[in-house]
């Protein structure tokens, strides 16, 4: 009697190999007597994992942008005069100015400011720190004090237009007497100014007009 041992291999796809065993027993008239069968499974499915969710976030930075009471002025101003038809605009900004203590200037001495202004500074004139915020938004941190009364040789700036004109000032009262921001001719007449009641070191803005040509 002899013994048989079968072994069958099927592949499957996405499957490991399966290995099935059959055991039979053959009598002396060839007969075949099955004695085992025994299926033993040496595989695990092929599970094909799902590839980890990717997210994609949206990465977000800040942007800050710095800008200077300077710019901001101008940038203004350009806004301004654009819908005035683009008239020409000049600046004078006290915070690009560079500091000085009262004593570090002599009557007369000047300072040219973009080509236009000519500050006419006095022994008692000073740029000095002073944070500010005006009612339209506008702010600044230092000042120009000319120190004194205005004159056409000191404590005044000058500056020449070809036509009519509308200056506009950020100021501060400066006392308890309603001082007043002028504009003066060449030979030191009055062209127009303001007219008011006003606080002690409160800012104030004012635009006033000149109707002609002129040095002032």
Known sequence: MKRTVAFL??????????????IYETNDAGERTLLSDAVTPTFQPMVQETPAETVVGVASAEITVVVTEEQALASRIAAEEEAAGGAASHVLEGS????????????GDTTEVDGFFTVIWSAKSKV?????????????????????????????????VDGPSVVKVWWVQGGEDNREVGI??????????????????????????????GTY
């Open 184 to 213: 003066f001719d060449a030979d030191g007449s009055l062209v127009v100014s303001t007219s008011g009641t006003y606080t002690k070191n409160s800012p104030y803005y004012t635009e006033l007009s000149i109707d002609a040509a």
């Open 9 to 22: 291999t099927i592949v499957l796809l996405g499957m490991a190999c399966v290995f099935a065993q059959s």
């Open 96 to 107: 690009a100015l560079e500091a000085f203590a009262a004593g570090s200037k002599a009557d």
């Open 128 to 160: 000095d720190s002073s944070k500010k915020t005006w009612e339209d938004g506008y702010y600044s941190e230092q000042r120009i004090n000319l120190g004194g009364k205005f004159a056409t040789k000191k404590n005044s700036i000058r500056f020449t």
